[in-house]
């Protein structure tokens, strides 16, 4: 039927442009480009979590020397978390789920040939991929990485004398954000032009995948975001070097006047967080849409609510703009704001529970398979729970006068913006890499891989609650000093035990990754018996996707268990269902 | 798979609610006239967040295993694009629950940031810098001396930290302390100010936390209840000492106070 005629013309299909340079490195194919992406974020992941590894020692011993690396000091620790952070929101969050599986599959699932822009999408991963050479550059440079956070709060991050790592290594963190910033907007427009002008014939709006809608709402957000974010980098870089004062006001270091005068340190934190609320959903967004997708192919059922589900999406991206104040409650920011902040960050909460429901709604009278894609898939869900309930609490300024800057902040951003993203990543890793390579993933190495990552996550997040709830506050390089913070230390030592063990564990996927590259068995075209258009076309697809034929789009992407059909999925391109959604006009 | 998937998701869901619900770890006793309130408060949000994280979990476990694929014993999934009116009704409540939870703590947030002080709070500056905390008092005439940036001079500590001017009248009579010492029960107005970057004065026994920031002069107010001593800290990071920036708050009888000001007054002569 079509997924054989498909397949056959893709293996005869024209070959991709010829020689290493062209095809693997300055390539234009958004395959390609997606495997790179994919691997600059696996270089970055690692790295990042090496970081976090050597403050999870700090923290509970605080004397130990690390080989190669010596003492970690206060400041070393404070570089540690200001570069952990920037890596793995920048370089892995917005990343790899829309540079790099955005990439690969959004021009596929809407059975375009490639981006519509090939050349940007060639510069725009080079672009980020210097911004990352230049952020790493940080802590090799005199002074070291700097010690402000990846929040980067003004006048902290604006004077030199403030600290060590707050003379190049601040202005190379600068650059490289600045760089990142410039990437991820060619990125975006390509991703907006292509959604809206490469859709195959019937592929309606309403029609793709929610990973497409994830990744169209998500370079939307790219787009409005990643500009303030520029531009208040540049404004900080002139307030370093060129002598402005955006961001200073008249004040001292160390008894020393700064020479700066009028500035004011709140708008450097709206501008950031004008960026970085929204930014929380670049990063989830692609994992809702893809789990929305497992959750629908793997219990064999529709998924529950598709036009509520496409709406709750875009309601999400609207409101992420309206409620970036919720992180300044205690910043000075006028108490009256703090309540209209306050508001919109509780309505948030309405599509995302929106989602929840559909998700359970999806498992409701499914027929479940537990492959491991739907095991993460199983695992975000628990997870954005865990991570989302938090939510309501910091979201309310009468809680937040207690909760801002423990740990329990720690706990709600890494849950759901971090864990919940990372099983995105993961449950995307384990159902494409069929397609992208060829091959299919051990199961049982990548099972037990679940199992670990999912317990370790609760045990090293969950206990994070409790040290935030009494008192026990975030970037302290040694909670000694403190009383009340000092007598929370089994806490620290618990969550570090737990890390070790969950850091461990990611090397078991990290060899399933390379392993099964090369050894892994054979996969067949539509491994997972799905409905979308990637599983149509050969393993891996050819450059232009298709193989010279343009697939035409009759049914909705969730057309699981159909009554009557000879079998329990069909194809986006199977005619037999006649284009009932459309002559209906909905489901 | 879906039997474990159940039980190690309803495990999770048992302990991590277990610590909670025992306040194995919360926060410390409140010492403040608000902290009961916001307390309150806490208690609430937990009942109902606690309910909805409990309930989505035990249905995710539920799900998991009562509808796992038994090859040719369990039935074909069910063949449904969703229920319009279960998405209004889900929609509609969780608009009740946040909004409702929002606007119940409206109350204690006007009280809090939206009034000031009222008169006759006793007035405390306090000021931060790397990597210390002064507390300032008026004195006897009832007003704060003039500082000036370019008389700081934090090794100096005391007035010279502050950068006091010894030219205004008004200062003759400040004290300085590096102990932040009030009466109970009377409201405290405090005026934050940071020379240097943003710190932020974090007392947990009093519920009270707010951001320094340099170029402002943020009022807000408190008033401690119970009598003792309640270590603070900085709460926003500062650079390489932030961690060791923290310090005493000592809530005493009237007359301490009064005794205690009196006598930081004579050492000055």
Not at chain 1, 347 to 354: H, L, M
Not at chain 2, 42 to 56: D, P, Q
Request: contains cysteine.
């Amino acid at each position: 039927m079509a997924t054989h005629d498909f397949a056959a013309h893709a293996a005869h299909a024209h070959a991709a442009p010829q020689g290493f340079i062209r095809k693997w490195v300055f390539s234009l194919d958004h395959k390609v480009i997606g495997i790179q992406y994919f691997f600059l974020a696996l270089v970055a992941v690692f790295t990042g979590m090496f970081l976090s590894l050597l403050m999870r020692i700090h923290l509970v011993w605080p004397n130990a020397s690390i080989p190669f690396i010596g003492d970690i000091k206060p400041e070393t620790y404070l570089s540690l978390l200001t570069m952990h952070g920037t890596i793995m929101v920048f370089f892995v969050l917005t990343t790899a789920p829309q540079g790099g599986f955005g990439n690969y599959f959004l021009p596929i699932q809407i059975g375009a040939p490639d981006m519509a822009f090939p050349v940007l999408n060639m510069l725009s991963f080079w672009t980020t991929f210097l911004g990352f050479i230049v952020l790493v550059a940080a802590f090799f440079v005199t002074g070291g990485a700097p010690l402000h956070g990846w929040t980067g709060y003004a006048p902290l991050s604006a004077l030199q004398s403030a600290g060590p790592g707050e003379g190049l290594g601040a202005d190379l963190w600068i650059i490289s954000i600045a760089i990142f910033c410039i990437g991820a907007l060619m990125g975006a427009l390509n991703f907006i032009t292509t959604t809206l002008d490469m859709r195959a014939k019937g592929m309606t709006l309403m029609r793709m995948p929610l990973t497409c809608w994830a990744w169209f709402i998500t370079a939307i957000l790219g787009l409005l975001a990643f500009g303030v974010l520029l531009s208040a980098g540049i404004l900080l870089l002139m307030d370093r070097n060129l002598g402005t004062s955006f961001f200073v006001p008249l004040g001292t270091v160390n008894g020393v006047l700064t020479g700066h005068k009028g500035g004011s340190p709140l708008l450097w934190q709206h501008l950031f967080w004008f960026f970085g609320h929204p930014e929380v959903y670049i990063a989830i967004l692609p994992a809702m849409g893809l789990c929305s997708q497992l959750l629908s192919v793997f219990s064999r059922k529709p998924i529950f609510g598709y036009r509520a589900m496409v709406y709750a999406i875009m309601a999400i991206g609207f409101l992420g703009f309206m409620v970036w104040g919720h992180h300044m409650f205690m910043s000075g920011m006028s108490p009256y704001s703090a309540f209209a902040f306050s508001i919109m960050t509780m309505g948030i909460g309405v599509p995302s529970a929106i989602k929840t429901f559909n998700w359970l709604g999806t498992l409701w009278r499914g027929k479940i398979r537990f492959s491991s894609p739907m095991l993460f898939a199983i695992g975000f869900v628990s997870l954005f729970v865990v991570g989302g309930i938090s939510g309501p609490f910091l979201a309310q300024p009468v809680l937040d006068i207690y909760l801002h800057e423990t740990y329990f902040v720690i706990a709600h951003f890494h849950l759901i913006m971090g864990v919940a993203s990372i099983f995105g990543i993961f449950a995307a890793t384990y159902y494409w890499f069929p397609k992208m390579f060829g091959r299919m993933m051990n199961e049982p190495l990548a099972k037990t891989h679940f199992w670990l990552t999912f317990i370790g996550a609760y045990a090293i997040f969950m206990p994070m609650h409790y040290y935030g709830m009494a008192a026990g506050l975030r970037r302290y390089s040694q909670g000694t000093e403190v009383a009340w913070i000092n007598a929370l230390a089994p806490i620290q030592k618990f969550i570090s035990i737990a890390a070790f063990i969950t850091i461990a564990s990611q090397l078991i996927f990290l060899f399933n990754l390379f392993w099964s590259m090369f050894k892994g068995t054979k996969a067949v075209d539509n491994p997972w018996e799905a409905t979308t258009l990637e599983w149509i076309t050969a393993t891996p697809p050819p450059h232009d996707n298709f193989g010279g034929v343009t697939p035409v789009v009759h049914n909705g992407p969730y057309e699981y268990s159909v009554p009557g059909a000879p079998k329990d999925f069909v194809m986006q391109t199977d005619p037999s269902m006649g284009d009932k959604d459309q002559k209906k006009g909905k489901h | 798979m879906g039997l474990v998937l159940l039980v190690v998701i309803w495990l999770i869901t048992l302990i991590g609610s277990y610590f909670i619900i025992a306040k194995t770890w919360w926060l410390p006793v409140g010492a403040s006239a608000a902290a009961a309130g916001i307390d309150h408060h806490f208690a609430v949000s937990y009942i109902l967040m606690g309910a909805v994280f409990i309930l989505a979990q035990l249905a995710l476990g539920w799900f998991a295993w009562k509808y796992r694929d038994r090859g040719t014993r369990s039935e074909a999934a069910h063949y449904s694009h969703g229920n319009t009116t279960l998405e209004i009704v889900w929609t509609i409540l969780t608009v009740i629950l946040f909004v409702g939870l929002n606007l119940a703590s409206e109350p204690i947030w006007s009280s809090e940031r939206l009034q000031g002080a009222q008169p006759g709070a006793v007035q405390v500056e306090v000021t931060a810098m790397q990597f210390a905390w002064y507390f300032r008092y008026a004195g006897p005439d009832g007003k704060f001396g003039a500082t000036k940036p370019e008389l700081e001079d934090a090794s100096l500590g005391g007035a010279g930290a502050l950068g006091l001017d010894p030219a205004d009248p008004a200062s003759k009579d400040d004290v300085i302390s590096g102990v932040m010492v009030v009466p109970v029960n009377r409201e405290i107005e405090v005026i934050l100010r940071s020379h240097d970057v943003i710190h932020s004065f974090f007392i947990p026994a009093m519920r009270f936390k707010q951001d320094t920031v340099p170029g402002l002069a943020i009022h807000m107010h408190f008033t401690p209840i119970q009598t003792g001593d309640y270590e603070f800290a900085c709460a926003e990071l500062c650079g390489l000492g932030h961690y060791k920036m923290h310090g005493i708050l000592k809530v005493v009888s009237d007359e301490e106070f009064s005794q205690w000001l009196a006598a930081q007054e004579a050492e000055k002569q």
